[in-house]
């Protein structure tokens, strides 16, 4: 929830005339040690899609992945030629990247069970940026993942849009896209 609110994931306003908030709720995880030993407790704040209306709250919905098949001739290439490969799973400052993409939609959302601001309860939340659970979500998080790399040179793979690469110096990257986790394969000439 910090991350939310520190995040300005949405403001509080007045519920507009016929607007049917998204309803959310709270997801309890335990993240466990290598030992099945209880590390930490998560909770995940998610919207509840289902909720939603095509149209209305919504207008066009994709998570692009690279396709399986360049995946493994990117990893091929890695075991014939000695290329760098890492794995990463993409946060911003312990906030988990779909929270970080503006809406293009104007959403609003109930207020959490246990949340409600004081003497506010008939408040609703407008969400500014994405929320895990909205159809949405990964279609704004894919968009500026695209718009950010070609910005700073990468170039994307005619054959697969989930692949961008960037060549200088020397040395090639290739980035391979699988919603929030990238493939990061690095080589030199």
């Known amino acids: 929830m910090d991350s939310i609110l520190s995040n300005g994931t949405w403001e509080l306003t007045e519920r507009p005339y016929g607007?049917?908030?998204?309803g959310?709720?709270?997801?309890?995880?335990?993240?466990?040690?290598?030992?099945?030993?209880?590390?930490?407790?998560?909770?995940?704040?998610?919207?509840?899609?289902?909720?939603q209306k095509e149209g209305e709250d919504f207008f066009d919905t994709y998570?692009?992945?690279?396709?399986?098949?360049?995946?493994?001739?990117?990893?091929?290439?890695?075991?014939?030629?000695?290329?760098?490969?890492?794995q990463m799973?993409?946060?911003t400052n312990d906030k988990k990247v779909f929270l970080n993409r503006e809406l293009d939609e104007e959403i609003y959302m109930d207020q959490p069970d246990g949340f409600l601001m004081k003497g506010q309860g008939s408040k609703v939340r407008k969400l500014l940026k994405s929320l895990y659970g909205l159809k949405?979500?990964?279609?704004?998080?894919?968009?500026?993942?695209?718009?950010?790399?070609?910005?700073?040179g990468f170039v994307i793979y005619e054959t697969d849009r989930c692949v961008y690469y960037r060549y200088g110096g020397g040395a090639g990257v290739i980035l391979c896209l699988?919603?929030?986790?990238i493939l990061i394969f690095w080589y030199e000439h």
């Open 19 to 22: 607007c049917k908030p998204v």
């Open 24 to 51: 959310c709720k709270c997801v309890f995880k335990k993240k466990l040690r290598p030992d099945g030993t209880i590390e930490k407790y998560k909770t995940r704040l998610v919207a509840k899609c289902y909720t």
């Open 89 to 91: 799973d993409v946060k």
């Open 136 to 152: 949405q979500t990964p279609k704004q998080w894919y968009e500026k993942f695209d718009r950010t790399s070609t910005s700073v």
């Open 63 to 86: 998570s692009p992945v690279a396709r399986l098949t360049t995946i493994r001739a990117l990893l091929s290439l890695t075991a014939s030629y000695g290329v760098i490969v890492y």
């Open 178 to 181: 699988y919603v929030d986790d």
